[in-house]
């Protein structure tokens, strides 16, 4: 039983940093919710002189050696907010091998080394929380382990990457170019240290891969996912996207069908009539649906100094409850469910969007069209649009009803190799989120 809690921050950057204002902004409250008193006592970053000034004269212990928070026998939970793999790691390991409770929002070290970390905290009989790690602020982990505990999930999409739906939200709304708009989200703290994770998909598959096996009870397996992100999307797409009546997103989406769970992250189009569609800027929005309680969204900031900290400090309040009233953790993923494996990509289904460029002559529709036929693809609908300024041909816009990714895929390999084809095909996948 406790009555102040001893906290070492690994890392004092964005989150870490805010993590700290905020724990200081409202000790009090939060001494009144937990029953402790909670207390940065360590920090550890590169840059020694910006936290010095950060700290503006704290008593807080400040070096650059991880090794120091594991070896401070007097801290009883390690914030690992550096980010990375290495040596975030190597100190998560070495703080659970000392029995220290752990808080991480490092969503790339648990997609790829969760399950390692997980077995072990759970063998020492401590605690590794991440709410921080999906979604920013939004309290997206808590809500599938207790809110919606009662369900059988059957599916869960979300727009769970800040920099990727700034720049498509800003680029929309001003017309700024996408490496002004990135350079922008890099300047307000949503990036990652290397932001091709934020747009090339990857940060948002490492979060869809760790709520993926929160709600259907799989290892973490951040291998299984499918992953596009939006450095390849075009203008011409967006707006085409538009006039048909929806909005572009990227969305992380997994799902439990008969065959197996689907893991993907990749632009979507997204109904306009949909909330998700006016999820803007850096806001994330996740959309759980479960048997019992039907479709559930949660919406709020995706990335960002303080609404991370929001997420670290809940974790932090659970564990001071925890050890103020000396109870045990409960093992966060439960048992694996042996019965559940993934599904291949050539099986998920979905409907698609094909812009196709072609020569301007008779009998170029027929041929596509004998192309869907051939692989049982139904045609929802088919425009045709001016080619761009300087091409020449035109360009057909198409919209499939429901089939398989492998159908899809084939079919777009052969409408390739057509004679009347100029171009490759541009593929977006839609998705009804309902
Ligand atoms: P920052 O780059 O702003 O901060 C990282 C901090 O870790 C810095 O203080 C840095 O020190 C320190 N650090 C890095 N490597 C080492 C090392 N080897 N030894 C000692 N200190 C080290 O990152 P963020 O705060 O943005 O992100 C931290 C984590 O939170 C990441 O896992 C990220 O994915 C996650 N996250 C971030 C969100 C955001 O909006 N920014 C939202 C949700 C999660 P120094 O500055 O001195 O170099
Ligand atoms: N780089 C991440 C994002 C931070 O933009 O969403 C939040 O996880």
């Known amino acids: 039983m406790k009555d102040i809690v001893n906290i070492g921050l690994a890392g004092f950057g964005t989150v870490g940093g805010a993590t700290y204002e905020v724990l200081k902004r409202n000790a009090r409250d939060l001494t009144r919710r937990t029953g402790v008193a909670m207390r940065v006592t360590r920090v550890v970053c590169r840059n020694q002189q910006k936290a010095r000034a950060r700290l503006n004269g704290d008593d807080v212990q400040l070096s650059s050696d991880w090794h120091d928070l594991v070896d401070d026998p007097s801290l009883d939970v390690v914030v690992e907010v550096m980010g990375g793999i290495e040596p975030a790691k190597s100190l998560v390991m070495a703080a659970i091998k000392a029995g220290k409770h752990v808080v991480t929002a490092n969503k790339a070290m648990l997609a790829t080394y969760g399950n390692?970390?997980?077995?072990?905290?759970?063998?020492?009989g401590v605690t590794v929380a991440f709410e921080a790690s999906v979604a920013g602020g939004i309290p997206i982990i808590k809500a599938l382990r207790e809110g919606l505990s009662a369900n059988r999930i059957e599916w869960i999409a979300g727009i769970i990457n800040g920099t990727s739906n700034f720049i498509l939200s800003t680029m929309r709304d001003t017309g700024a170019s996408f490496d002004a708009c990135l350079a922008k989200a890099q300047e307000l703290g949503y990036a990652e240290a290397d932001p091709t994770f934020d747009i090339e998909g990857q940060d948002a598959a490492h979060?869809?891969?760790?709520?993926?096996?929160?709600?259907?009870?799989?290892?973490?397996n951040y291998g299984a996912a499918m992953i596009e992100g939006i450095s390849k999307l075009e203008a011409v797409d967006i707006r085409y996207a538009e006039e048909l009546g929806y909005r572009i997103k990227l969305l992380g989406i997994t799902k439990r069908t008969s065959e197996g769970v689907e893991l993907r992250v990749h632009p979507a189009l997204v109904p306009m009539r949909r909330l998700m569609a006016s999820v803007e800027g850096v806001m994330n929005a996740v959309v759980v649906k479960g048997d019992a309680v039907g479709t559930v969204m949660l919406h709020g900031r995706g990335a960002g100094g303080e609404p991370t900290a929001s997420a670290v400090i809940a974790d932090l309040c659970d564990v001071s409850r925890m050890l103020a009233n000396g109870n045990s953790p409960v093992p966060i993923f439960g048992e694996h469910d042996q019965e559940v494996g993934w599904l291949p990509i050539e099986k998920t289904v979905s409907s698609y969007y094909l812009r196709i460029g072609v020569k301007d002559e008779p009998g170029v529709l027929a041929d596509v069209s004998r192309v869907f036929a051939d692989n049982a693809i139904s045609v929802e609908s088919m425009m045709q649009k001016e080619a761009p300024v300087g091409a020449s041909g035109t360009e057909i816009v198409?919209?499939?009803h429901s089939t398989t990714e492998g159908a899809i895929r084939r079919a777009v390999r052969t409408i390739e190799a057509l004679e009347s084809v100029t171009s490759r095909v541009v593929l977006l996948r839609k998705e009804e989120l309902n």
């Open 207 to 220: 979060k869809i891969t760790i709520l993926s096996a929160l709600a259907f009870g799989t290892p973490v």
């Open 116 to 124: 390692e970390i997980f077995s072990a905290a759970d063998a020492k």
């Open 398 to 400: 198409i919209m499939t």
